[in-house]
């Protein structure tokens, strides 16, 4: 009898699972929100705002829209959700850009494709989170023209902002410092032909493996979780491993595996 409640104990517990889940993702859905306004002279003259507004990602990490309202709020432009854009601003008449980390990719305003002001769209003056949540839905996207970012706007916005989450990416390269630890410090294969040393060293490979494997999960969960670039955490990640393998080359022991045939008899 015991055994027979504890299963269906077991049973209603995995089926509460889904709900409590359901109830965590309500709780801590929220409504769009923007941020880094501009200023920004439009084509006619006026002055306008762009903007970056973020969706809600619910389970990960939210996802963000350029953009472009008239002098009056109204909006004008929108481009399509990217997981990353960084806004860049300047010149006189001052005029704005994003760049888009995930593809690499530049976001130019466009005005022959601008939506005028008395379209269905709500005014952004509208009170309230319709307006959030008009501009955020949907893929359709209008205002804006997208190309291909040359080298070197490639190098300054990544390293801009690399230099605008210095812990972040120091994070990134401490794991990528661990994962070269793991790879290429302390795994010669040793020279005793004794059993239970060549048990035990294979022992240490499996858990170096799996601890490397983790590392590399946790860098997965970070891309789901929190907005970042592709370009400047692999940087990060590799710088990691150079300074490793730097410090083993002029200090270190050579930690390459030995081949079972090169071992002396």
Same mark, same amino acid.
């Given at each position: 009898?015991?055994?027979?409640?504890?299963?269906?104990?077991?049973?209603?517990?995995?089926?509460?699972?889904?709900?409590?889940?359901?109830?965590?993702?309500?709780?801590?859905?929220?409504?769009?929100?923007?941020?880094?306004?501009?200023?920004?002279?439009? +084509?006619?003259?006026?002055?306008?705002?762009?903007?970056?507004?973020?969706?809600?990602?619910?389970?990960?990490?939210?996802?963000? *829209?350029?953009? /472009? %309202?008239?002098?009056?709020?109204? +909006?004008?432009?929108?481009?399509?959700?990217? &997981?990353? #854009?960084?806004?860049?601003?300047?010149?006189?008449?001052?005029?704005?850009?994003?760049?888009?980390?995930?593809?690499?990719? /530049?976001?130019? #305003?466009?005005?022959?494709?601008?939506?005028?002001?008395?379209?269905?769209?709500?005014?952004?003056?509208?009170?309230?989170?319709?307006?959030?949540?008009?501009?955020? &839905?949907?893929?359709?996207?209008?205002?804006?023209?997208? *190309?291909?970012?040359?080298?070197?706007?490639?190098?300054?916005?990544?390293?801009?902002?690399?230099?605008?989450?210095?812990?972040?990416?120091?994070? /990134?390269?401490?794991?990528?410092?661990?994962?070269?630890?793991?790879?290429?410090?302390?795994?010669?294969?040793?020279?005793?032909?004794?059993?239970?040393?060549?048990?035990?060293?294979?022992?240490?490979?499996?858990? *170096?493996?799996?601890?490397?494997?983790?590392? %590399?999960?946790?860098?997965?969960?970070?891309?789901? /979780? #929190? +907005?970042?670039?592709?370009?400047?955490?692999?940087?990060?990640?590799?710088?990691?491993?150079?300074?490793?393998?730097?410090?083993?080359?002029?200090?270190?022991?050579?930690?390459?595996?030995?081949?079972?045939?090169?071992?002396? +008899?």
């Amino acid at each position: 009898m015991k055994a027979k409640h504890g299963l269906r104990f077991l049973i209603l517990l995995l089926l509460s699972v889904p709900s409590l889940t359901a109830g965590n993702i309500v709780a801590v859905a929220h409504t769009p929100y923007m941020t880094q306004t501009e200023r920004l002279t439009l +084509p006619d003259g006026e002055q306008g705002e762009i903007r970056l507004l973020h969706g809600d990602g619910i389970l990960f990490s939210d996802s963000v *829209r350029l953009l /472009v %309202l008239d002098g009056r709020g109204r +909006p004008l432009a929108r481009s399509g959700k990217y &997981s990353l #854009i960084s806004l860049i601003c300047d010149g006189t008449p001052r005029s704005c850009r994003g760049y888009v980390h995930d593809t690499a990719g /530049v976001l130019t #305003i466009d005005p022959s494709s601008f939506r005028s002001a008395d379209t269905t769209l709500p005014s952004a003056s509208v009170e309230g989170d319709d307006f959030m949540w008009s501009m955020e &839905s949907g893929n359709e996207s209008w205002g804006f023209a997208a *190309r291909m970012a040359s080298p070197s706007e490639i190098v300054f916005r990544e390293s801009a902002f690399i230099m605008e989450h210095p812990y972040l990416h120091g994070s /990134v390269m401490g794991l990528g410092c661990l994962t070269a630890v793991l790879a290429f410090v302390g795994t010669w294969r040793p020279t005793h032909r004794s059993r239970w040393l060549h048990t035990l060293w294979a022992f240490s490979i499996l858990l *170096r493996a799996m601890t490397a494997a983790l590392v %590399l999960y946790l860098i997965f969960a970070l891309f789901v /979780v #929190i +907005p970042l670039s592709l370009v400047s955490t692999l940087l990060s990640f590799t710088v990691g491993i150079a300074i490793v393998l730097g410090i083993r080359k002029h200090w270190g022991r050579s930690a390459l595996i030995v081949p079972v045939s090169s071992v002396p +008899p």
